[in-house]
């Protein structure tokens, strides 16, 4: 018998099971290639969290990062493979990263390759003053907080500024900011701000404002910040004060009074605080006070610019909201008189 039909035998054996190897590497392939397509695009489930990455971390060190914050979705060659279908492997950012149960694998490594970091918000409140903005920056979270040891004067050398005061020099809006940063940071920016809305307010003020320069609208922006939050009423009542500037009158304005008491103030100003010479009493002092008073914002520097034009000299608060403006002293004296004759009977009808 020849060995030829064994030869052509044992040939078709091994090509029918090269096939059937082939075969079954293929569906093998294809269900892997169905179980990693599920995983890149599958929500990762569980509860969200967040993630930290560290300079100089790979992709390793991410997924380990990943699994200590309780992700469990996939094994680990299963998003080094991930990372390397979207060309992120060697891109991870430094940050801190949500990790939202209904993200996908995908999703987590494009935040975390395009550095979509958590953001903080800080919000500095129109009005405040120095000593004010700096205990809120103590307790706002995930700030390095310097200025704790950090000087006013320190602090205007650090941005740039040796020769201000940090009083008003800061815009009060919301800030964001990412974990880590400092707190003179977010203040520079702050800074920054200022410096243009004050700069923008100057150029484009009232061509027929008196006021000499842009200090001096700061620090008149922020005695207007404090005297009233009525929208309508702050181009009055800086029209008040430029009026009385111009003709040599005292500015009487309580809120510079209680800001030249500091520490003292405890929350009632008396006939005596109004006599003792500080600096910034203008009841003892003519002329804007030395400084700004408060963080003004963008409509008290509007109005400070924009003064109402008009005849009024004096307001009282009308005891309903909002003040009574009087042209002259008499009017003045008697609105004066019904602000204290209503806050009387309103002590009358208290139970």
């Known amino acids: 018998m020849s060995d030829k039909p064994k030869r052509g035998l044992f040939g078709r054996i091994v090509r029918s099971l090269f096939l059937f190897g082939l075969v079954a590497a293929l569906i093998a392939g294809g269900f892997g290639w169905l179980h990693f397509d599920r995983f890149s695009r599958t929500p990762i489930g569980g509860t969200d969290t967040q993630v930290e990455i560290r300079r100089g971390e790979a992709l390793a060190g991410v997924v380990k990062g990943l699994r ?88 205007m050398q650090q941005l740039g500024r040796p020769r201000l005061v940090p009083e008003g020099r800061f815009l009060p809006e919301t800030y964001l900011y990412t974990k880590g940063s400092t707190d003179i940071q977010l203040l520079a920016r702050a800074a920054n701000a200022m410096d243009k809305a004050l700069t923008h307010a100057w150029e484009h003020r009232d061509p027929s404002l008196t006021l000499k320069d842009p200090d001096e609208a700061l620090i008149l922006a922020s005695i207007v910040e404090k005297e009233t939050g009525v929208a309508g009423e702050r181009a009055k009542i800086a029209g008040v004060f430029v009026r009385r500037l111009q003709i040599g009158m005292k500015l009487e304005t309580d809120p510079s009074v209680i800001y030249g008491l500091g520490g003292s103030y405890n929350g009632t100003i008396t006939r005596h605080d109004l006599i003792v010479d500080t600096p910034y009493n203008t009841y003892t002092r003519f002329g804007l006070p030395p400084t700004p008073i408060a963080m003004p914002g963008l409509a008290a520097l509007q109005a400070a610019t924009h003064p109402e034009p008009g005849n009024a000299l004096y307001f009282v608060a009308s005891g309903t909201g909002g003040h009574v403006f009087s042209a002259n002293l008499a009017d003045h004296n008697r609105a004066v008189s019904n602000y204290l004759k209503l806050q009387r009977d309103k002590k009358q009808q208290q139970p």
């Not at 492997?89 to 999703?107: F, I, L, N």
């Not at 395009?114 to 307790?139: C, D, H, P, S």
């Open 68 to 155: 200590d914050a309780g992700v469990t979705a996939g094994n680990d060659i299963e998003w080094q493979l991930l990372a390397a279908k979207m060309g992120v492997r060697s891109k991870m950012q430094v940050g801190e990263y949500a990790v939202k149960a209904d993200m996908t694998p995908t999703q987590i490594l494009h935040d975390i390759a395009t550095g979509k970091v958590i953001q903080y918000k800080f919000t500095l409140v129109e009005g405040w003053n120095m000593r004010e903005l700096r205990a809120a920056l103590k307790a706002a979270p995930h700030l390095q907080h310097l200025l704790e040891i950090t000087s006013d004067k320190a602090l």
